[in-house]
C-alpha cells in the first residue's frame, strides 16, 4: 500500500530534549516536505526536500532541522524544543512540488 | 512573499445547499493551484490540481476553477460527508515552496 508513514504518532516531551520525528515514503517520491498546523495559522511549511541530500528552508524553519541521506526517509529534528513547537505535524511527499501530495497521519507534538 | 487567502472561514450549509469557496492568491508566476480536504485529526486528502486560468476539474460534487487571480471550489447538492476543511495551496517557479492557506471548515447539516 502507498502510504507516508510517521513516528511517533503522539509525543509529550520537556523543554530542550532533543527529539526526532520520523517520515518514510515507499512511493519514490523525489519531494519530501515538514508541516506544522496550529489553530488560527493553517499548514505552514518548515522545511522542504527536491532530492537525496537538497534541502531548503520553508516559511518556519527556526527551532528545526532536516536531513535527506536516503530517498525514502526525511527526519525532523528539534534539537532544543520550547513549548512555542507544541504543534501537530505532518509530512508528505510527491513526485515534484508541482504534483500532488501525499500526507502521513500527522504527529501530535507537546513540548512542556 | 507569497500570500493564500481563503474565504469564508467557516461555512454552513443545509443538505442540498449548492454554494462556493473561495481561494484567492497573490504570488509571482504561478505553477500549480492545489485542493486538499481534511478531516479532524488526519492528514489533508488531495482532491485537485490546477495549473492555469481557465482550467476547470470536477470530482463528484466538487467542482474547481482557476483564474489569474483565485481559484473557486464549488459544491453542488452537498452531503453530510462533505462536511470537512477545505485547504488551497499554491506553488510557483520561483522556489519549490508550497504555501497553504488558512482553510475553510465545511458543515452540512442533514
Known amino acids: 500500500e502507498a502510504q507516508v508513514t510517521q513516528n511517533p504518532r503522539y509525543l509529550i516531551t520537556v523543554t530542550g530534549k532533543k527529539l526526532t520525528v520520523t517520515c518514510s515514503q515507499n512511493m519514490n517520491h523525489e519531494y519530501m516536505s515538514w508541516y506544522r498546523q496550529d489553530p488560527g495559522l493553517g499548514l505552514r511549511q518548515i522545511y522542504y526536500?527536491?532530492?537525496?541530500?537538497?534541502?531548503d528552508k520553508g516559511d518556519v524553519p527556526e527551532g528545526y532541522k532536516v536531513s535527506r541521506k536516503e530517498k525514502r526517509n526525511f527526519p525532523l529534528i528539534l534539537e532544543s524544543p520550547s513549548p512555542n513547537q507544541t504543534s501537530l505535524y505532518f509530512c508528505a511527499s510527491s513526485f515534484s512540488h508541482y504534483n500532488e501530495q501525499f500526507f502521513g497521519p500527522g504527529t501530535r507534538l507537546t513540548v512542556l | 512573499e507569497d500570500q493564500v487567502t481563503q474565504s469564508p472561514e467557516a461555512l454552513r450549509l443545509q443538505e442540498g445547499e449548492s454554494s462556493s469557496l473561495n481561494c484567492s492568491y497573490t504570488v509571482s508566476g504561478l505553477r500549480g493551484l492545489f485542493w486538499y480536504r481534511q478531516d479532524p485529526g488526519k492528514g489533508p486528502e488531495f482532491l485537485f490540481t490546477l495549473y492555469s486560468a481557465g482550467e476547470e476539474k470536477e470530482k463528484e460534487r466538487l467542482k474547481a476553477t482557476l483564474t489569474k487571480k483565485e481559484s473557486f471550489l464549488h459544491i453542488t447538492a452537498p452531503k453530510p460527508e462533505d462536511s470537512a476543511t477545505y485547504l488551497c495551496?499554491?506553488?510557483?517557479?520561483?522556489?519549490?515552496?508550497?504555501?497553504f492557506g488558512k482553510g475553510i471548515t465545511l458543515s452540512v447539516r442533514p
Open positions: 526536500s527536491m532530492n537525496v541530500e537538497v534541502t
Open positions: 495551496a499554491v506553488t510557483t517557479g520561483a522556489n519549490s515552496k508550497l504555501t
